[in-house]
Every structure is written in structure tokens, then in C-alpha cells.
């Protein structure tokens, strides 16, 4: 049946750019101002996943498919003691931006709306924004930082304050967003396996850990900034580098780490985890002009000449004419800009992808890069 489980208030609301363009729309959410990096993404489907993905962390994301939250959001259920419908336990966008906001959602799973969801969790929403200008916008100037203002039922938005305002904004990668997403203390997910994996959480999706349960490997999940030492304490078979947000460079204490690790351990990494394995390698990153956040990105692999389709979130990427500095080989580029999209060591079980193999909520061509990692920690022992 079709749920309306609550209305939207009429709350002004704008998003106001760093070099003064403003975008004016509805608020739903909470009414809040925020700041934050404003990008954008591409998917079709799965704001569920897409707001609590801790790589968005200090980010604004605006949503270019024109409607959004028709069918709904799901409950917080546990499967292995994480959530089953979400990356992680909390939203983690600073805001949301979508063109239109349905009130009405349809479908068996769904327990609120998404404007009941935004406000419940203390988040600003803005709608009936022309997304496909500020795409545009984005896409010529690349990423620029914002501010997202939604007013309360009866308060008069001042623009022109927040103009002068948006001149000045504090910028969320020049701060470390790793440790506002990662664990403090460690934690463990046992599922009787024979082999373990310390996953060091630089703000890992949920479905990564699930995609490891389910080859029955157990997960220790400790902190990004646990010594190499610790990690070997625990005498794993295997080492996990997990996705994040910001710059990879402000990951000073998990590059050393991984330094070390590479000597002694299988190794696979995701994403953020993919720039800092070739950072602790000798190589280097640098920032995409608007990065790639879609589930339809072509990853090229160079050996097979085989293309994957895949889900990705990620600003940053590892520079192409690195390599030639260090152990690692260049594997997988984007079909589109050529930038690099995975690596692998050239002599050790060590490799590591751009994208996301776990998907969530798809597509799931690369899963088998888990089954592989798997491999590597079975021929290691």
C-alpha cells in the first residue's frame, strides 16, 4: 500500500556556492545551515546506501536523478550484527540536493520517508533545485565547497548573508574526516572461518564487511590508525584497507602502517584504500576535477582487455605516471578519463581497485576480487 507518513513544511531553503551562485528550492529534513564540498552523483538508485557510505563525509550530495524517495527507506535491521539496508549507522552527508522529493513512497520494505529520515537524523534536504544546471556547473569548474541553509516554517532565507559567507568556507579535506568515521576501539565479526582478516576502518561500508562473513572469513575491524605491530599481533592471514573519505594524504599513520604490511601480508584495498596502499608504495594521488560517483563507471582491465561495469565514490586518484617508482603495476584504468582505477603488487599477494566490488546496491561484475583475496590468503598459509 502507499505509505504517507508525513508532509513536508513549506521551509525555504538555498544552496549558495563558493563563487556566489546560489541555487533556491523547498527544505525538507531539518532546518539547519551546514557547510561542505558539493558534489554529485549519477545513480539511478540507492540513496539508502549513498547517504550513509561514510566516504561522503563533509559532503554535500546532490542526487541528478530527478526524482528521488520513491520508495522510501528501509528499517534498521541486523544481519551479523550490522545494518542490512545501510553502509553504516548514521547519514553521513553534511546535506542532501535532488531535484524532486517524493512524499509518497511504494514499496513492502519501506518504514518512513525520506524527508522523515533527513529529520530524524538532523539533516538538511533541499528540493526543486534545477540539478542539471548545477551538474553543469560542477562539471566546468569542478567539485567547489557549499553551503546548504534550510529555514525553519516561518524564517525569511537571507541570501545575501550567506554569499558573503559561502566566500569562506572551511574545507572538509584539509581535515581529518578518516578519524570522524572510523572506529575507536577494535571490533570483531566471527563466523568460525579458518582464515581472519584485520580490516583497518578507514570508514569502510558495511557490504564489504559482508562480502568477507560471507566467504567465512572473520573480521577483526580496527581503528585507521592502529600500528602495524597491533596488526600483527593478532596473527592475521590477511590485511583489508577499507574505502574512506578526504585526501589520502592525510593518512599519515596508515601509509607507515602499510608500509610494513606489504612486507608481510596478503593485501587488498578498496578506494581511499587503493590511494594509500600506493602512497605507502612510493606513488602519488591528486584530486579529480568532479570524481566519479555513479554505478555505471567502465574499468578497463589492461591484461584481458576485458571492461567491468562499477560502482564508484572517490575524488581523488592515484597518478598514472607513478608507477615507475614503485613495486605496484598498473591494472585497471577508467574506459572513460584513463585515470587509474587498480593496481597490483608485482611480486606479493597485494592488490587493490578505485571502485567498489561490493557494490551495494550494485552492479556486482568484480565481486570475485573478494574470492581472489581469498586465494591469496590460502596459498599464503
Given at each position: 500500500m502507499f505509505q504517507k507518513l508525513n508532509s513536508c513544511k513549506n521551509k525555504k531553503a538555498a544552496l549558495v556556492l563558493e563563487d556566489g551562485t546560489f541555487f533556491l528550492g523547498k527544505g525538507f529534513g531539518t532546518a539547519k545551515k551546514l557547510t561542505g564540498e558539493v558534489v554529485f552523483s549519477t545513480s539511478m538508485v540507492g540513496y539508502p546506501e549513498a547517504l550513509t557510505d561514510p566516504s561522503y563525509r563533509g559532503q554535500i550530495l546532490t542526487l541528478t536523478y530527478p526524482l528521488v524517495g520513491n520508495?522510501?527507506?528501509?528499517?534498521?535491521?541486523?544481519?551479523?550484527?550490522?545494518?542490512?539496508?545501510?553502509?553504516s549507522e548514521r547519514i553521513q552527508t553534511q546535506g542532501l540536493i535532488i531535484h524532486e522529493l517524493c512524499t509518497e513512497p511504494y514499496h513492502w520494505a519501506s518504514t518512513r520517508t525520506l524527508d522523515k529520515w533527513l529529520l530524524d537524523e538532523g539533516i538538511p534536504g533541499i528540493s526543486g533545485v534545477d540539478t542539471r544546471r548545477l551538474t553543469k556547473t560542477l562539471r566546468t569548474h569542478g567539485v567547489m565547497l557549499g553551503i546548504i541553509k534550510v529555514c525553519e516554517e516561518d524564517?525569511?532565507?537571507?541570501?545575501?548573508?550567506?554569499?558573503?559567507?559561502?566566500?569562506?568556507?572551511?574545507?572538509?579535506?584539509?581535515?581529518?574526516?578518516?578519524?570522524?568515521?572510523?572506529?575507536?576501539?577494535?571490533?570483531?565479526?566471527?563466523?568460525?572461518?579458518?582464515?581472519?582478516?584485520?580490516?583497518?576502518?578507514?570508514?569502510?561500508?558495511?557490504?564489504?564487511?559482508?562480502?568477507?562473513?560471507?566467504?567465512?572469513?572473520?573480521?577483526?575491524?580496527?581503528?585507521?590508525?592502529?600500528?602495524a605491530k597491533d596488526i600483527l599481533a593478532y596473527n592475521p592471514d590477511g590485511v583489508f584497507l577499507s574505502n574512506g573519505p578526504g585526501d589520502p594524504k592525510k593518512c599519515v599513520k596508515t601509509i607507515e602502517t602499510m608500509r610494513e604490511l606489504v612486507e608481510e601480508k596478503p593485501v587488498m584495498g578498496?578506494?581511499?584504500?587503493?590511494?594509500?596502499?600506493?602512497?605507502?608504495?612510493?606513488?602519488?594521488?591528486?584530486?579529480?576535477?568532479?570524481?566519479?560517483?555513479?554505478?555505471?563507471?567502465?574499468?578497463?582491465?589492461?591484461?584481458?582487455?576485458?571492461?567491468?561495469i562499477t560502482t564508484q565514490n572517490h575524488g581523488?586518484?592515484?597518478?598514472?605516471?607513478?608507477?615507475?617508482?614503485?613495486?605496484?603495476?598498473?591494472?585497471?584504468?577508467?574506459?572513460?578519463d584513463k585515470t587509474v582505477e587498480g593496481m597490483r603488487h608485482k611480486t606479493k599477494p597485494v592488490f587493490a581497485v578505485q571502485w567498489h566490488p561490493e557494490a551495494s546496491p550494485g552492479p556486482y561484475d568484480t565481486d570475485f576480487l573478494f574470492d581472489g583475496f581469498a586465494k591469496n590468503m590460502e596459498a599464503k598459509q
Amino acid at each position: 500500500m502507499f505509505q504517507k507518513l508525513n508532509s513536508c513544511k513549506n521551509k525555504k531553503a538555498a544552496l549558495v556556492l563558493e563563487d556566489g551562485t546560489f541555487f533556491l528550492g523547498k527544505g525538507f529534513g531539518t532546518a539547519k545551515k551546514l557547510t561542505g564540498e558539493v558534489v554529485f552523483s549519477t545513480s539511478m538508485v540507492g540513496y539508502p546506501e549513498a547517504l550513509t557510505d561514510p566516504s561522503y563525509r563533509g559532503q554535500i550530495l546532490t542526487l541528478t536523478y530527478p526524482l528521488v524517495g520513491n520508495y522510501g527507506v528501509p528499517p534498521y535491521d541486523l544481519k551479523m550484527g550490522l545494518p542490512l539496508y545501510f553502509e553504516s549507522e548514521r547519514i553521513q552527508t553534511q546535506g542532501l540536493i535532488i531535484h524532486e522529493l517524493c512524499t509518497e513512497p511504494y514499496h513492502w520494505a519501506s518504514t518512513r520517508t525520506l524527508d522523515k529520515w533527513l529529520l530524524d537524523e538532523g539533516i538538511p534536504g533541499i528540493s526543486g533545485v534545477d540539478t542539471r544546471r548545477l551538474t553543469k556547473t560542477l562539471r566546468t569548474h569542478g567539485v567547489m565547497l557549499g553551503i546548504i541553509k534550510v529555514c525553519e516554517e516561518d524564517e525569511e532565507l537571507n541570501l545575501d548573508s550567506l554569499v558573503q559567507e559561502a566566500k569562506s568556507i572551511p574545507d572538509p579535506n584539509l581535515t581529518d574526516l578518516v578519524a570522524e568515521v572510523s572506529v575507536k576501539e577494535p571490533v570483531q565479526y566471527k563466523v568460525d572461518g579458518k582464515r581472519t582478516v584485520v580490516l583497518i576502518d578507514c570508514g569502510v561500508k558495511n557490504s564489504i564487511i559482508r562480502n568477507l562473513l560471507k566467504r567465512c572469513i572473520n573480521v577483526i575491524r580496527v581503528p585507521y590508525d592502529t600500528s602495524a605491530k597491533d596488526i600483527l599481533a593478532y596473527n592475521p592471514d590477511g590485511v583489508f584497507l577499507s574505502n574512506g573519505p578526504g585526501d589520502p594524504k592525510k593518512c599519515v599513520k596508515t601509509i607507515e602502517t602499510m608500509r610494513e604490511l606489504v612486507e608481510e601480508k596478503p593485501v587488498m584495498g578498496i578506494c581511499l584504500g587503493a590511494q594509500i596502499l600506493m602512497l605507502s608504495q612510493g606513488g602519488d594521488t591528486y584530486k579529480l576535477k568532479f570524481g566519479h560517483r555513479s554505478q555505471n563507471q567502465p574499468a578497463l582491465d589492461l591484461k584481458t582487455n576485458r571492461c567491468y561495469i562499477t560502482t564508484q565514490n572517490h575524488g581523488y586518484a592515484v597518478d598514472e605516471n607513478c608507477f615507475s617508482k614503485t613495486p605496484m603495476d598498473c591494472w585497471f584504468i577508467n574506459a572513460n578519463d584513463k585515470t587509474v582505477e587498480g593496481m597490483r603488487h608485482k611480486t606479493k599477494p597485494v592488490f587493490a581497485v578505485q571502485w567498489h566490488p561490493e557494490a551495494s546496491p550494485g552492479p556486482y561484475d568484480t565481486d570475485f576480487l573478494f574470492d581472489g583475496f581469498a586465494k591469496n590468503m590460502e596459498a599464503k598459509q
